[in-house]
């Protein structure tokens, strides 16, 4: 364990104010993962409730969720899944439609990537309102997938994304 505090990854993440467009704060990650320590220190926060063995697949949101998904997914002895944006996969796919804080969007997952009550953690980097995650979780549902947690390196808590994820234990690392 590197012993990283959810306060020093709150110190590195940096605020961009009006970007992509104005009037988002966009929480900017890249100081987290260009330092080792930062990096390796939220891939543990992140997976210390699941033991070694309790989670099958991690699941991980097109395209900054696949960075902490993949890592952890390593880090557990669990397979990646990779939600991606609409036209990206090759093989059969199941599509959801979705709003985001900015825009809307269709994520896809192959129909084979989860077999059914196959045990499953859904990462990504933000919580905003929880259009993109409800969406995963609906695939995840139709693939009969056991959603054991989903987890963020962030939740912007007055958007209130995790009423929109009944059901599922949701965590975050850090919050405004
Ligand atoms: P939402 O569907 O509203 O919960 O939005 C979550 C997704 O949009 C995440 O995958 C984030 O990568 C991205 N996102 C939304 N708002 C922000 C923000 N303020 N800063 C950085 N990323 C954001």
Known sequence: MSHVSPAELEAAIRNVPDFPQPGI???????????????????????????????????????????????????????????????????NTHEQSYDLEYGSATVAVHTDAVKPGERVLLLDDLLATGGTAAAAI???????????????????EALEGRRRLTGVPIFSLVRY
């Open 25 to 91: 704060q966009f929480k900017d990650i890249t100081p987290v993962l260009s330092d080792p320590r930062l990096f390796r220190g939220a891939i543990d926060l992140l997976v210390a409730g699941f033991p070694a063995g309790s989670v099958d697949k991690i699941i991980g949101i097109d395209a900054r969720g696949f960075i902490f998904a993949a890592a952890a997914a390593v880090q557990l002895g669990a397979g990646f899944i990779p939600v991606r944006k609409k036209g990206k996969l090759p093989w």
């Open 138 to 156: 609906e695939l995840l549902n139709r693939l009969e997938a056991n959603i054991i947690g989903a987890g963020f390196l962030i939740e912007l």
